[in-house]
T-cell receptor, first 111, second 114 residues
Framework: DAGVTQSPTHLIKTRGQHVTLRCSPI?????VSWYQQVLGQGPQFIFQ???????GRGNFPDRFSARQFPNYSSELNVNALLLGDSALYLC??????????FGPGTRLTVL | GQSLEQPSEVTAVEGAIVQINCTYQ??????LSWYQQHDGGAPTFLSY????GLEETGRFSSFLSRSDSYGYLLLQELQMKDSASYFC???????????????FGQGTELSVKP
């Protein structure tokens, strides 16, 4: 079975641009969460979606938005990119309470 | 506020035992998890404690004391491949038993020497 997949793997953007990151959860998983991981730090929670509705939001500005589709895949959108948005963006899916399965992430570089 | 404290780095030799401690202060608590992350890779789940006590999974064990807001990860019979970053994470809430918000510590970089 395929794990959580994310695309693209790497992305380079310039300040002010917008970006869309994509995530496909493990088959049967209905919950998708997004995390931002800056180099040398732990992942920081951005959003959780369950059954296509936002169920949780972290302390991120409104430039960050997300959605979940009927097939449970998800997109994370970031507008007006800043240099500080450079990070590894991780998607995680879960089907039970105790474990979240992370994808390989999208490495975003903002120049 | 929300905070998790863990040592920034630990060094040990092959075959040894190492303990990585984690103290937490969060507004909600639905259990303490541990994740391993190799350089630039995906975090992988190691262990979960929802109740006080010790959980054992092969060479890895994890302990939780909710009254002390404290937990640890114990790695035995260390191998070179165990060199990685280890994160403790508190689940702050639960949505329909389908995961929830994880608050991660800053991570402990473990270096295993021959």
């Amino acid at each position: 079975d395929a794990g959580v997949t994310q695309s693209p793997t790497h992305l380079i953007k310039t300040r002010g641009q917008h970006v869309t990151l994509r995530c496909s959860p493990i088959s049967g998983h209905k919950s998708v969460s997004w995390y931002q991981q800056v180099l040398g730090q732990g992942p920081q929670f951005i959003f959780q979606y369950y059954e296509k509705e936002e169920r949780g939001r972290g302390n991120f500005p409104d430039r960050f938005s997300a959605r979940q589709f009927p097939n449970y895949s998800s997109e994370l959108n970031v507008n007006a990119l800043l240099l500080g948005d450079s990070a590894l963006y991780l998607c995680a899916s879960s089907i039970q309470r105790n474990e979240q399965f992370f994808g390989p992430g999208t490495r975003l570089t903002v120049l | 506020g929300q905070s998790l404290e863990q040592p920034s780095e630990v060094t040990a030799v092959e075959g040894a035992i190492v303990q990585i401690n984690c103290t937490y202060q969060t507004s909600g608590f639905y259990g303490l998890s541990w994740y391993q992350q190799h350089d630039g890779g995906a975090p992988t789940f190691l262990s979960y404690n929802g109740l006080d006590g010790l959980e054992e999974t092969g060479r890895f064990s994890s302990f939780l004391s909710r009254s002390d807001s404290y937990g640890y990860l114990l790695l035995q019979e260390l191998q070179m491949k165990d060199s990685a970053s280890y994160f403790c994470a508190v689940r702050e809430y639960m949505i329909y038993n389908q995961g929830g918000k994880l608050i991660f510590g800053q991570g402990t970089e473990l270096s295993v020497k021959p």
